[in-house]
Structures are given as C-alpha cells and as structure tokens.
C-alpha cells in the first residue's frame, strides 16, 4: 500500500495564476480532507469529503475547490492564488470522519 | 478561547529524562482524542488514541481528565528520537470534526 499520495512536493506560483494539488489514496478510506498548516495556528480544514460525489467547506474554504469523482482521489484547486495561501497542504483519510487521520507528505507552496 | 489549546514550548529535555505537557480542549461533549507526532517538515503520524481516562503504550502515557478538560502526555526515558511536535486532537461535535492543537515541540539533547 502506498498509503496517501501528494503532488507535487513543492510549488511556486504567482499571485493569480491556479493550480491544483493531487491527493489519493489506496486503503479503500471513505472520508477525505484538505488541511493547510501554518506556523502557530495547527492544522485548520479546507474541504473534506464523506465519500464520492459528496464534497463540503471546512473551516477556511475560501479561494479553494474540491471534487471527489472517485474514492480515491480529491484534488484541491486553488483558483486565483494569493500570497496569503502560501502554505504547507496535508492531504488526510480515514475511514470516517473522528478516526484516524493518515496523512499525506504535503504540499509546500509559496505564491509570490 | 481556542478550542484546543496547547503550549508551544519548545521543552528541552535532557536524554533518559522524563517530559509531560498538556493539551485543554473547551468541548466538553468531547469523547476521544488523539496525540499526534510529527517530525519536522513531514507529515503527522498517530501516536496514540485515548478513548477512557488515559492509555499507555511503552515510554508514552496519555492521561485524560474529563472534569478540568485536559489531556496530558508524558514521555519517559526520553531518546533523541522522541525530538518532534506532538499534536493534540479533539473531536469538537457530535459528526467527529476534528480540531487540532498547534503542537508543542520537545527537542531532546544529549
């Protein structure tokens, strides 16, 4: 098992451009999530998703898309990137939503 | 008030020695709760899930207490590779939503 996959590892975009992040997983998990992590404030939810077809905001969903057409993936998009959402990105699943979290190595992204 | 509040540190601590830190949540409806390690600049792993008053596995005990609404962790016999930031998570409603501490670091010297 792979376990959680991310790419890319690293990113740089300018202020406007978009992109989006990859996320999958293999073990099968119905609940999946995007989390930013930024220093001193913890992990904070961007969108999550309770099984295929179903996705909802989290915390701070602003500035961000998802869609989970199949189990395994959930891609996040940034649509216009703005220097506030430089961030390291940790894509996260598990079986549901109170269970263990295993996590993907993340996305470190700088927008100048 | 934050709902999961943790102390950043960083506490040092020396090799072979004992460390413990706490970790208050607000929900008090909170059931479960989990540590979390995560070493620099990787991703965060599952220590240990603490489902009752508390939980120990090897070196690392988790104890919880419902009525000042704390979790604890206590590190025992510290080695150099306990050095990471421990995230305290916490269910904060009835559908499982997870809130996460900002980690409190323990680096530990030789």
């Known amino acids: 098992n792979a376990g959680v996959t991310q790419t890319p590892k690293f990113q740089v975009l300018k202020t406007g451009q978009s992109m989006t992040l990859q996320c999958a997983q293999d073990m099968n998990h119905e609940y999946m999530s995007w989390y930013r992590q930024d220093p001193g404030m913890g992990l904070r939810l961007i969108h999550y998703s309770v099984g295929a077809g179903i996705t909802d905001q989290g915390e701070v969903p602003n500035g961000y898309n998802v869609s989970r057409s199949t189990t395994e993936d959930f891609p996040l998009r940034l649509l216009s990137a703005a220097p506030s959402q430089t961030s390291v990105y940790f894509c996260?699943?598990?079986?549901?939503?109170?269970?263990?979290?295993?996590f993907g190595p993340g996305t470190r992204l700088t927008v100048l | 008030r934050k709902e999961v509040e943790q102390d950043p540190g960083p506490f040092n601590v020396p090799e072979g020695a004992t460390v413990a830190f706490n970790c208050t949540y607000s929900n008090s409806a909170s059931q479960s709760f989990f540590w979390y390690r995560q070493d620099c600049r990787k991703e965060p792993k599952l220590l240990m899930s603490?489902?009752?008053s508390g939980n120990e596995d090897g070196r690392f005990t988790a104890q919880l207490n419902r009525a000042s609404q704390y979790i604890s962790l206590l590190i025992r016999d510290s080695k150099l590779s306990d050095s990471a930031t421990y995230l305290c998570v916490v269910p904060t409603d009835s559908w499982g939503k997870l809130q996460f501490g900002a980690g409190t670091q323990v680096v530990v010297t030789p």
């Open positions: 603490v489902y009752s």
């Open positions: 996260a699943s598990s079986y549901g939503r109170g269970d263990t979290q295993y």
